[in-house]
């Protein structure tokens, strides 16, 4: 029972719930730079979760108890994941031995659900058509998932996002990898898909993509904010293990204190602001596709993701 | 530096993403420019060959793909696209770009199962599937599309893994039959040419005619 | 120096339609086809003296001459010697031709010149070139009368016989990976040990070569170009060009000791009765004469195959039976190219009372078909009746039934089709206007072939009997 590990896997916890909303503020300012507009501080989104918590709940006739608890299982299902995922550190935590990568997709895939379920428990028409437009896509998406973690699999030997972290770090090898790189590749296409960037949806007044936002039509007061802080909690760990496990892995200090971990919370954050600025650059630049094209989107990202599993068997190059 | 085997898997990895592109893009004008890419790909990878292999043969052959499949072709092809500017887009292609990335992808998987299960004693390599697997696209493409462009487009990437196989297959593949097969293939594509530009110029085929060639 | 018979025969057999297609296309029509004329009767002649004398050998490392080779020879020239004359009479009425006449004759030219050049090469590459060459000729051929059909089966035609000889270009890489030799003559004098490379080639080599030679699955082309072309084009491709095709397979097979790998013979037997098989029903359904003059020929190439796996005494019969309905099948397309040009139409049901109308090509007709079909005496009964003998010696009854089953739905399926539009009298439903009498003048090449194609049958001439001997004994059969 090290205090020290413990201290880091609080440290770590706090760090995914609280930096959330900085980085989705974050984004939306540099979006709105390049529109030319000043946009909203970096910091509102701390206060659109203090102004949600004030707010009284409506509950629609008709819908159940999942429609309150779904927001609730989904954000502790998002925080365990925080756990799970090297995020601060590039060696387990303690609480990382509770699931693997797989398991963490998993997780993805239950809060997932449970969201699109509490949408049809809601009995509103919009809530039923986002509901319907993100498990189409979705059919598409999970696989993609799957195959991702099943890729890193193949290169390590194992389902443990830490041994990959460490195995990339050190190794230029199998970094370049033509397996590495598609599922790199794969894995943004996706990562633009999940978090609801252009090309595939875009956030705003003027668009109804009506994928993200579509769910969480119904939901009020506090369940509004904590369904809120799940969409920022998704992509704040979609960008983390993006950055630590496949594109950026190298830097983390291994010492395990917890000096060592607050300096990993720096370059986390610098490689998160790097992130977005490419993220924000590609938004600028691209231009939103139709919906039924998204299914193309995603199985391009599909084809690349298997065809990383494929140039593995194929040419026996980790 | 890359071992030789390295160099070659990784040029044999960009030409099957090329292929991949070729059959899921509903364009046509992307796909001139990328199967020139991919015949530079295999050129490069001749190159490597040749230059791993000390064997002039080799860097001929190289230097011929470049000319003729990188060049001379693509600017053909192109000066049709101009001409014929509707032809731009495949339309019923456009609705099945997920299927047909789908088929792509599970065609690559199934050939190279299918190499392993015939072949792979013969060809221990690790990329040696990939020319069959190249191959097994292009067929694809014939089958799936119906532009006469994009056809041809197809019967260049079949020939670019026949020479993919040669390469990998057998090295000492006689120049000279090399040679008079790209000159075949550049008939095969000035016909194909010829034959496209009257398809467009008499237009699709109504109802009764394309009775006539059923059955 | 003189050089000796066989090398001269071998240099006017490449020099003459070459020449011819290079100086055909002078601008002036009638002195184009008298070159075109003259190009093919030489070749003709120096096929023949070359097969008097039984010609084998090699000369330099790219050239060699068989009995076999000798004897395809023989067929390719005097088929690309009657169409060659026919095509005058045919080419006056098409009315927009997409070539001129220079042309037409050129590329009729070049496209015998590829099928001579395939058969005589000794290395299987050059066997590959030339086989694809005739692609590229043939192709703009196949659009002569510029109708939308045409350009479609002849785009149809260039992909899918294009693509399959890619696959056949794969079999003779993995070939020469794994034998290090591409020459036929020196590869069936020493076969290599059976290895999966090997077999695999000559799988591939099936389907990418039977692609040409019309083999189901792959025959989708065959219809829409013999139906399309111009009637002397169609006679070249049933009679010449699908035999050359199976041709170039042979020697890929040939390079297996006998005997052959069951799995390998097995699956060649397959696809040439499927072939005939499927060949044979669909001949049921056509409604263009042409057309199912093209199943017909499908089915005969279906019972090649299939005798070929069967070997022993079915290969004299394969032979045979090639080389007769080569001459039926010609005279076949020419008769049809005369209803064609007197009435107008290719549907069957809008032709009737031949009989009446044109009574030399209906007479000519009822002949071929008979002649095609294998009835006795023509050559081609005995060649079928020689594969299903064989089949019958190897034990293998199935194969034996389902080509007597073919044949005879062929028989039946074909004959009364032609039957009825020469004997069938008018009932008002005959398209083409009441011109007066038809000139049947083409009508002698018709004649000639099929009398050859009966002669066959009589087998009363000894030199092309014996000619089949020596080149069944390079196949590794037995005569009777």
Known sequence: MDPTAQIVNVLQALTVLLLAPLIAGISARAKAWTESRRGPSVFQPYRDLAKYLRKETLIPTGASRLFVGAPLVAFGAYLLIAVVVPIITPYPIPFAATVDFLGGGLLFGLAGTLTVLAALDAGSNYTALGASRSVSFAALGEPTLIIVFFAVAVITGTNNPYVTNNLLASSTAAYLSPTHLLVTAAFFLLLLAETGKLPVESAGLMELGMLEDGRAFEHSGPLLGITRWNGWLKQFLLYSVFLNVFLLPWGMVSTPTVGGALENLVLLFGKLLLLVAIVVLLEATIAKVRLFKFRDFLALSFSLAVLSVFVYAVLGVP | MLASEEVVALVGVGILLTALYLQAESFVAPLIPTVALQSLLLAFLLGWLAWTERSVDLAIVAGLIVAIRAVVIPWVLRRQIRAFRWKVRELHAAHRVTGHALAAVALAVIGWFVFQETLAPAFPSPAAALPFVLLLQGLLMLATRSNSLVQVIGYLELENAIVYAAALFASEFPLFIEVVVFLDVLGVVLVGIILSIQRDVTGTLEEGQEEALSG | ?480
Request: aromatic share 8%.
């Open chain 3, 1 to 480: 120096m003189i050089p000796s018979a066989p090398t001269a025969a071998l240099f006017v057999l490449l020099a003459a339609p070459a020449s011819g297609a290079v100086l055909a296309l002078v601008p002036h029509p009638r002195v184009s086809e008298w070159i075109a004329r003259l190009a093919a009767l030489a070749s003709l002649g120096a096929a023949l003296v070359l097969l008097v004398t039984s010609a084998t050998g090699q000369w330099g490392s790219y050239l060699g001459l068989d009995p076999l080779s000798d004897l395809f020879l023989v067929m390719v020239t005097s088929i690309y010697a009657t169409s060659t004359w026919y095509s005058r009479r045919y080419l006056r009425t098409v009315a927009r031709p997409f070539l001129t006449i220079s042309t037409y004759y050129a590329l009729l030219a070049s496209f015998a010149f590829a099928m001579v050049a395939t058969l005589v090469v000794s290395d299987l590459g050059l066997m590959w070139i030339g086989i694809e060459a005739t692609t590229i000729a043939s192709a703009l051929l196949v659009v002569l009368e510029r109708k939308p059909t045409s350009v479609e089966a002849a785009w149809r035609y260039t992909i899918i016989a294009s693509a399959g000889l890619t696959i056949a270009l794969f079999a003779l890489i993995l070939l020469y990976g794994a034998t290090g030799t591409l020459n036929a003559f020196s590869l069936a004098a020493h076969p290599p040990a059976v290895s999966l490379p090997i077999e695999m080639a000559v799988v591939l080599a099936l389907v990418g070569y039977g692609t040409k030679v019309g083999l189901f699955p792959m025959h989708t082309w065959l219809p829409d170009a013999h139906s399309e072309a111009p009637s002397p084009v169609s006679a070249m491709f049933s009679g010449v060009l699908l035999p050359t095709a199976l041709y170039a397979f042979l020697r890929v097979y040939r390079i297996l000791p006998s005997p052959v790998p069951a799995a390998v013979s097995d699956l060649v037997l397959s696809f040439g009765l499927l072939t005939a098989l499927v060949a044979a029903f669909l001949l049921q359904r056509q409604r263009s004469y042409k057309r199912l003059l093209a199943y017909s020929s499908m089915e005969v190439m279906g019972l090649a195959v299939a005798g070929v796996a069967i070997g022993g005494i079915a290969l004299y019969g394969v032979l045979l039976l090639l080389v007769a309905h080569a001459f039926a099948k010609s005279s076949a397309f020419y008769c049809a190219g005369n209803v064609l040009r007197e009435t107008g139409t290719v549907r069957i049901d809008e032709v009737r009372d031949l009989r009446h109308r044109l009574p030399w090509t209906g007479a000519a007709w009822v002949l071929s078909g008979l002649g095609v079909t294998g009835a006795p005496p023509f050559g081609t009964f005995l060649g079928e009746l020689l594969i299903i003998v064989g089949a019958i010696a190897t034990g293998n009854i199935a194969a034996a039934s389902v080509i007597v089953v073919a044949v005879l739905v062929a028989f039946l399926g074909l004959n009364s089709q032609i039957g009825r539009m020469v004997f069938g009298s008018r009932e008002g439903a005959v398209a083409g206007s009441d011109a007066p009498p038809a000139s049947e003048r083409g009508m002698a090449v018709a004649y000639l072939n099929i009398g050859v194609a009966l002669v066959l049958g009589v087998a009363s001439l000894p030199y092309l009997s014996s000619a089949i001997r020596a080149a069944v004994s390079v196949l590794g059969g037995s005569a009777p």
